[in-house]
């Protein structure tokens, strides 16, 4: 079994920044693409960013030059740093990855952490 756990949500002002961690725990023999989705009320889930296990990054167009993905491997951990914030960015954050474990190949999501900004 694989377990993501988020962190780092919070209430924030707008144009303030917010890093939110996912670590994964479990059976993990190899963490592949981890990215991170967000969901807004009323809204459905979407992609905010990927990364893969080398290390390249792709977002989505409205977070561009304001949020950076990035992970530690060693760590089995992928962030989300968050600046220049939005109302528009509140949302619950999810973490995904791509994780190959004893049982196969499996798509694990976290909980999620919400994230508010307040305008």
């Known amino acids: 079994q694989v377990q993501l756990v988020e962190s780092g949500g919070g209430l924030v002002e707008a144009g303030g920044s917010l890093r939110l961690s996912c670590v994964a725990s479990g059976s993990i023999l190899r963490l592949n693409d981890m990215a991170w989705y967000r969901q807004a009320p009323g809204e459905q889930r979407e992609l905010v960013a990927t990364?893969?296990?080398?290390?390249?990054?792709n977002y989505k167009d409205s977070v561009k030059g304001r949020f950076t993905i990035s992970r530690d491997n060693a760590r089995n951990t992928v962030y989300l740093q968050m600046n220049s914030l939005k109302p528009e960015d509140t949302a619950v954050y999810y973490c995904?990855?791509?994780?190959?474990?004893?049982?196969?190949?499996?798509?694990?999501w976290g909980q999620g952490t919400l994230v508010t900004v307040s305008s």
């Open positions: 990364i893969a296990r080398g290390g390249s990054p």
């Open positions: 995904n990855a791509d994780a190959i474990t004893t049982r196969g190949l499996l798509k694990v």
